[in-house]
């Protein structure tokens, strides 16, 4: 293991660009639990096409937000873990162009990422589709709690709040996975971390990196479609191999 980080840690050394792309997998440390694991992910026991889809919150926003606003509060009460401020080290260091996230919980950010190009939105925030009003978090939260049914209203027109998150049948941010495609081609090194890398177009990513001439590392304790095309293959805790990586890095003097 050693070895593949100082393998690692020597390819983010002599690439000229360096793009991480991250997916659930990271913040699992930070006790947010993944998507599809059979007994503890989000899915387990919730059909997320009757609780996170479009349609769900245009016909029946008191159950969307029966859903979504116990989730807005819980992630915005998360704090990120050592593999997130591993991330935000690398890119301190200069090693690290930018973050490609799936993830919506902002710990990029809370760690001290200052380049996030945030793939499914996040919970920073909801604007009113009506109107274009915008409001926080903060703000957000505190007219669920405020709302009868729980459902928070535009203060403008009183339509009802939409998350800046990708729902099930959204189309994906045109303008961020446009960027995300330019990092992933002009990437030396994508280095993907928690992520199944299946989802697409994400799941495009990595070939674009390859079609390129760049490499990968896959850092996931999950199998991937990548990972015979990986240079690097890690499959330990995220935060170890992550810390690790710093630990390598340090070793060989950067």
């Known amino acids: 293991?050693?070895?593949?980080?100082?393998?690692?840690?020597?390819?983010?050394?002599?690439?000229?660009?360096?793009?991480?792309?991250?997916?659930?997998?990271?913040?699992?440390?930070?006790?947010?639990?993944?998507?599809?694991?059979?007994?503890?992910?989000?899915?387990?026991?919730?059909?997320p096409m009757e609780v996170a889809h479009v349609d769900v919150w245009r016909h029946d926003p008191e159950r969307f937000w029966a859903f979504y606003g116990h989730r807005f509060a819980s992630l915005g009460q998360i704090e990120p873990n050592a593999a997130h401020r591993a991330l935000a080290e690398l890119e301190r260091r200069g090693h690290l162009d930018a973050v490609l996230t799936q993830n919506i919980d902002l710990l990029h950010e809370k760690a001290g990422s200052r380049d996030v190009v945030e793939l499914h939105g996040s919970i920073a925030g909801c604007?009113?589709?009506?109107?274009?009003?915008?409001?926080?978090?903060?703000?957000?939260?505190?007219?669920?709690?405020?709302?009868?049914?729980?459902?928070?209203?535009?203060?403008?027109?009183?339509?009802?709040?939409?998350?800046?998150?990708?729902?099930?049948?959204?189309?994906?941010?045109?303008?961020?996975?446009?960027?995300a495609e330019r990092l992933a081609l002009g990437a030396d090194l994508l280095l993907c971390i928690g992520s199944s890398l299946v989802v697409f177009p994400v799941s495009e990513l990595p070939a674009a990196t390859l079609s390129a001439g760049g490499r990968l590392a896959v850092v996931t304790a999950s199998e991937t479609p990548y990972d015979d095309a990986a240079a690097v293959r890690l499959g330990g805790d995220v935060v170890d191999e992550l810390t690790g990586l710093l630990a390598a890095l340090d070793r060989l003097g950067g």
């Open 1 to 47: 293991m050693t070895d593949h980080l100082e393998q690692l840690a020597r390819l983010v050394r002599e690439a000229g660009s360096v793009v991480a792309l991250t997916g659930a997998g990271i913040s699992v440390p930070s006790g947010i639990p993944d998507f599809r694991t059979p007994t503890t992910g989000i899915w387990a026991n919730v059909d």
């Open 127 to 179: 604007h009113c589709p009506a109107c274009g009003h915008r409001t926080g978090l903060d703000e957000t939260l505190r007219l669920i709690s405020s709302a009868p049914d729980g459902v928070p209203r535009c203060g403008v027109c009183a339509g009802v709040l939409k998350p800046d998150v990708v729902l099930f049948g959204d189309m994906l941010p045109a303008a961020a996975i446009t960027r």
